[in-house]
């Protein structure tokens, strides 16, 4: 521990960590074609396809709780939460590692169950489970999962490609994940009053978002089978906002993007309205829906406007012209990113 300077990490927030300890970084082996910045790092052993890898890890009581995270669950999220990096890059997932650090609380039946949800991920998106570590652990449960995926050579998507007058595209809806870690929370809090139930009618939509999501497998598919390549390519794990803002930072350029056109659906609203939170700041900055945020070139607009399940949500800018949200009034609202800090000591 540095004693004589110190600099807090909060100051500079996780993607201004990532920033400052990758800087530098410059690969020295001709095999990696691209490091670390991305979804995924692209390497090329000289076939006709790159290989993709990425690795994300959870740590308990940061990423989840167990106290209404069933553990078959969050095998099943970790797995999807990791492999949505490889579609993220147009590559298609492999393989994965699986490595667990666990305290004595966790029994074998416990990580049997946890398992039970990673062979289900791995079986619903055809992926090889191939190995991993295992370790005792002082705090409780963390999961680290390494994705091992391939793309045919000079098909990856990486977060630098997007042009002026590019189209930018968003899967699904947003904000759903973040209100049922919402919805759950209240429930929580309300549980520790033992005669009252949780109440979750009508809102399975969102709790789905949140406890078992899913990866855009088929979305990439159908890029492949329309032929259109996106410019750039990003996984919303961070929220809407702080993707673009990669996007923009790593391809030099600005955005617009429309309050309008941002999808949302009915049961995220209504959670919002009942906890008094704007929707649209828990579709920018909430987290966790696993979909996919991509440029495409204005081309291709017929082809990805006739997309099931895609929405164009605005364009590319100069990069003078800065990140922005529209309003449905017509206002210019700057676009902020937000991420992980540290908490605790």
Known sequence: MNTTKRTEISSLGEFGLIDRITRGITPINRETIEGAGDDAAILQFGSDEEVLISTDMLMEGIHFDLTYFPLKHLGYKAVVSNISDIYAMNGTPKQITVSLALSRKFCIEDVEELYSGIKLACQQYGVDL?????????????????????????????????????????????????????????????????????????????????????????????????????????????????????????????????????????????????????????????????????????????????????????????SCMGQALITRDGNEIELKAQGWTPQGE
């Not at 002026?164 to 870690?181: F, H, K, Q, R, S």
């Not at 291709?300 to 100069?318: C, F, P, S, T």
């Open 130 to 318: 191939i190995g991993g570590d295992t370790s005792s652990s002082l705090t409780g449960l963390a999961i680290s999962i390494t994705a091992i995926g391939v793309a045919p050579k000079g098909t990856a998507v990486k977060r630098s490609g997007a042009k002026e007058t590019d189209l930018i595209c968003v899967t699904g809806n947003l904000g759903a994940a973040y209100m049922g870690l919402q919805l759950l929370e209240r429930e929580k809090i309300a549980a520790a009053d033992k005669e009252v139930q949780p109440d979750f009618q009508g809102k399975e939509y969102i709790l789905e978002r949140q406890l078992k999501p899913e990866a855009r497998k088929e979305v990439i598919e159908k890029l492949r089978e329309e032929n259109i390549r996106p410019t750039a390519m990003i996984d919303i794990s961070d929220g809407l906002s702080s993707e673009l803002m990669h996007i923009c930072k790593h391809s030099n350029v600005g955005c617009r993007i429309y309050e309008e056109r941002i999808p949302i659906d009915y049961q995220t609203a209504i959670m919002a309205e009942e906890l008094n939170m704007n929707v649209i700041t828990c579709a920018l900055n909430g987290g966790e829906d696993f979909e996919l945020l991509f440029t495409v070139p204005i081309a291709d607009h017929e082809k990805v406007a006739a997309m099931k399940d895609v929405r164009i949500i605005g364009h590319i800018v100069d």
